[in-house]
Nanobody
């Protein structure tokens, strides 16, 4: 069975950094575009970043461009999100997701999801 598990969330001060990790199992990892999404209370789930199957291309939401970096290690079936210069508005539950068909930014295109990890940025 497929499992997607995030880790690395926590509480940080504004301007600080945090690195999230995601481990996938039960799937052929290289066949999936991997993405990160986030959701704050009372708000829609929004796209953060994704990365191509071979790791050669990535895309970021305007709100995180220049601050966050997505990467993947296909030998270890993992994807990471390095978050720098964090702001209070980055506070959300962050989700890792796998997309078998479309290298898109719509959450409805993603097939498997992790349970989420909480990121809280204090001011």
């Amino acid at each position: 069975q497929v499992q997607v598990v995030e880790s690395g969330g926590g509480l940080v001060q504004a301007g600080g950094s945090l690195r999230l990790s995601c481990a996938a199992s039960g799937l052929t990892f290289t066949q999936y575009v991997m993405g990160w999404f986030r959701q704050a209370p009372g708000k829609e789930r929004e796209f953060v970043a994704n990365i191509a199957r071979g790791g050669g291309a990535s895309y970021y939401a305007d709100s995180v461009k220049g601050r966050f970096t997505i990467s993947r290690d296909n030998a270890k079936n993992t994807v990471s999100l390095q978050m720098n210069s964090l702001r209070p508005e980055d506070t959300a539950v962050y989700y890792c997701a796998a997309n078998a068909f479309v290298a898109g930014r719509d959450s409805r295109d993603y097939d498997y999801w992790g349970q989420g990890t909480q990121v809280t940025v204090s001011s």
